[in-house]
């Protein structure tokens, strides 16, 4: 049990585009997911906390309109990356947590987004 | 503020030998300690955490530790083996935000 799924697995795309990535829980109904940005051979950033039906909670740093975070439904959670630029390349992971009772997160197994 | 040392950045142990990684948290109100494994392209994996109304878990060859006072907690792998071999990440949660922070990572590798 417990499996987060992420969609796409890998997206190359043109500069000044958007990209989506979408993130589910399968087996499991998320209260909370979250967003994280790993560059090669570092540590995983949380970007942003986002709860079924509210506005996002974004860390210190992270820019809100460059990535739009949507959680429409208590299994899916979309990240929108947009007017992408090739800084923005990286690996982006979401976990999932079923509920606030609960500390452990499930992650899923992560985007890699290029962009040329 | 948030924060989470994690050392040493890499290690290599030989086959069958132990490895400890050290990390240090921030919050004092921090509550659940998990460590993650991660090999090359793929998720993080829970291998196994720890909260603060205990000091220490086991589980086969893995265990971990912790001491609230000096705000470390450790992990602990005994009899390694080359599977063993991956970047392994503390973190802490700080209850304030139910947000979970990581620390740097230990790239372990097992010399066969």
């Known amino acids: 049990g417990a499996v987060v799924s992420q969609h796409p697995s890998w997206v190359i795309c043109k500069s000044g585009t958007s990209v989506k990535i979408e993130c589910r829980s399968l087996?499991?109904?998320?209260?909370?997911m979250f967003w994280y940005r790993q560059f090669p051979k570092q540590s995983l950033m949380l970007m942003a906390t986002?709860?079924?039906?509210?506005?996002?909670?974004?860390e210190q740093g992270v820019e809100k309109d460059k990535f739009l975070i949507n959680h429409a439904s208590l299994t899916l959670s979309t990240l929108t990356v947009t007017s992408a630029h090739p800084e923005d390349s990286s690996f982006y992971i979401c976990?999932?947590?079923?509920?606030?009772?609960?500390?452990?997160?499930?992650f899923g197994p992560g985007t890699r987004l290029t962009v040329l | 503020g948030e924060n989470v040392e994690q050392h040493p950045s890499t290690l290599s142990v030989q086959e069958g030998d132990s490895a400890v990684i050290k990390c240090t948290y921030s919050?004092?109100?921090?509550?659940?300690f998990p460590w993650y494994k991660q090999e090359l392209g793929k998720r993080p994996q829970l291998i196994i955490d720890?909260?603060?109304?205990?000091g220490e878990k086991k589980d086969q060859r893995i265990a971990v530790t912790l001491n609230k006072t000096a705000k470390h907690f450790s992990l602990h792998i005994t009899e390694t083996q080359p599977e063993d071999s991956a970047v392994y990440f503390c973190?802490?949660?700080?209850?304030?935000?139910?947000?979970?922070?990581f620390g740097s990572g230990t790239r372990l590798s097992i010399r066969p």
């Open positions: 976990s999932a947590r079923a509920s606030l009772e609960t500390d452990t997160q499930y």
């Open positions: 087996d499991f109904q998320a209260t909370t």
């Open positions: 986002s709860n079924e039906g509210s506005k996002a909670t974004y």
């Open positions: 919050d004092s109100a921090s509550n659940y």
């Open positions: 720890i909260r603060s109304n205990v």
């Open positions: 973190a802490a949660r700080y209850s304030s935000a139910s947000k979970i922070i």
